[in-house]
């Protein structure tokens, strides 16, 4: 509809008028014409201060950000802009993260769901990934957005670092171990100092022909040109459940209590300093703890917490919270029943995030013994305040699939990359 005789346009509409960019504008007075159809005349229409812009750009969801970018060149280089990267980044910290689905099919997979909740439904938009040089095989990390994929051969190398939403991939460099070895665990976190992203692995490495194995520990900087191995004196925890956790610059592990006896519980990695250390446990948690081989780490709404939990209908974590150093925290525990009703079979039960309105959010395997579809999987979810568990139902999904936790960005390694890194062609 076009603007009464005298009217000017001021307000901002995504899809509305190019002329709302600030391509080659330098202040509030720059203004585009255009044509009224209804009377052919020429409109002034004001721009926006470029400020203004980014605001509202960082405001929307990343999808509507990443259409944005073919309005106008301005608008294309501010998905590139680290400023705007961070702006819109910090803000979707405060929106309930994303879920994204990865298909259990055990080769390559071929697509990705990315999960979201509008007006009380969950719906899905398919990302494909089938077009990745080499293969997509399996998320074992991710950070900012950003994650941390092998090859389908499952192997040490290569990794990956990719970006479902922008479609930006990049493969790391080859370990520089030698020796008969077996990655047991893969961190990727993000040094905020020094701005950077880092990856770090864990291997079980043989000693000797007796088969006598240790643990080393490999880091990389994106942007290096090969891995360097960290001094490493722990045992931990390693597998599907009990991966590393990152939060506010550091990665976790559970410390393995049968090799490592004694108070110090949780292994941490400051990313900045690369320097670790670890973080004792009251002696009532750990005379507490009832299932030692349950017990892993999970970033519940934004707290480190240690989970106690066997996949059963009992569970309960404690959030750690660190009193200004890091050799200080305080332990609050939580537990909880969820009543499943009695027709569903549960094959495993893995809780994932606490979401903002208190929920719980769980991957769950089951069956329901009234049907006849066998085992599949479910988002689940469950309110403590009311008691209250629910099954989400969310069409177009697989049938069976591995849930991630992240926040959607416009963030990439490109920025970071030296020799060491190489970018995937995904044309």
């Known amino acids: 509809m076009g603007l009464s005789e005298g009217e000017t346009r001021t307000s901002f509409c995504f899809d509305g008028i190019v002329g709302l960019s600030s391509e080659n504008s330098s202040d509030a007075t720059n203004s585009r014409m255009y044509k009224d159809g209804n009377r052919n005349k020429t409109k002034v229409v004001p721009s926006l201060l470029p400020e203004i812009i980014q605001d509202i750009l960082s405001r929307l969801p990343i999808e509507d950000v990443m259409r944005s970018k073919i309005i106008c060149k301005d608008w294309y280089a501010l998905t590139k802009d680290p400023h705007f990267i961070h702006m819109h980044f910090s803000r979707a910290l405060s929106c309930p993260p994303r879920i994204l689905l990865e298909p259990l099919i055990g080769g390559q997979v071929r697509s990705l769901y990315l999960i979201d909740r509008k007006d009380g439904m969950w719906i899905s938009r398919e990302i494909s990934v089938e077009s990745l040089q080499g293969g997509f095989g399996m998320t074992v990390s991710s950070c900012h957005g950003l994650l941390l994929v092998t090859s389908p051969s499952l192997t040490v190398d290569p990794l990956y670092i990719y970006n479902p939403v922008t479609g930006k991939c990049f493969e790391l460099p080859k370990t520089s171990l030698k020796a008969h070895k077996l990655c047991i665990s893969v961190g990727f976190g993000f040094d905020p ?21 240790d643990m080393k520990c490999e880091i990389i900087t ?78 519940l709404g934004g707290s480190l917490s240690l989970v106690e939990h066997n996949f059963s209908e009992h569970f309960r974590f404690w ?36 979401l903002i309105d208190k929920s719980f959010l769980f991957h ?48 990439s390694p490109c920025d970071d990359l030296g020799k060491g890194a190489q970018e995937v062609n995904l044309n």
């Open 222 to 299: 994106l942007g290096e040109e090969s891995w360097r191995e960290l001094e490493f004196s722990h045992t931990v925890i390693c597998n599907n459940y009990a991966k590393p956790v990152f939060l506010d610059g550091a990665l976790y592990w559970v410390i393995d209590r049968e090799i490592h006896p004694g108070y110090d519980q949780i292994l941490a990695l400051d990313l900045c300093s690369e320097k670790f250390w670890a973080i004792k446990f009251p002696s009532s948690l750990i005379q507490s703890i009832e299932s030692p081989n349950s017990v892993f780490l999970r970033n």
């Open 364 to 411: 769950m395997s089951h069956c329901n013994i009234r049907e006849i579809d066998g085992m599949k999987d479910h988002l689940t979810l469950y309110f403590p305040e009311r008691d209250e568990y629910k099954i989400v139902e969310i069409p177009g999904t697989p049938k069976h699939f591995i849930a991630n936790i992240i926040v959607p960005c416009l963030a």
């Open 193 to 213: 100092t020094n701005n950077k992203y880092k990856v770090v692995r864990l291997f079980h490495y043989c000693l000797n022909d007796d088969l006598e194995t």
């Open 319 to 354: 959030r750690i919270v660190r009193n200004n150093t890091k050799k200080s925290y305080k332990f609050y525990e939580s537990s909880h029943h969820i009543n499943i009703p009695n027709d569903v079979l549960v094959w495993s039960l893995n809780l994932k995030d606490r």
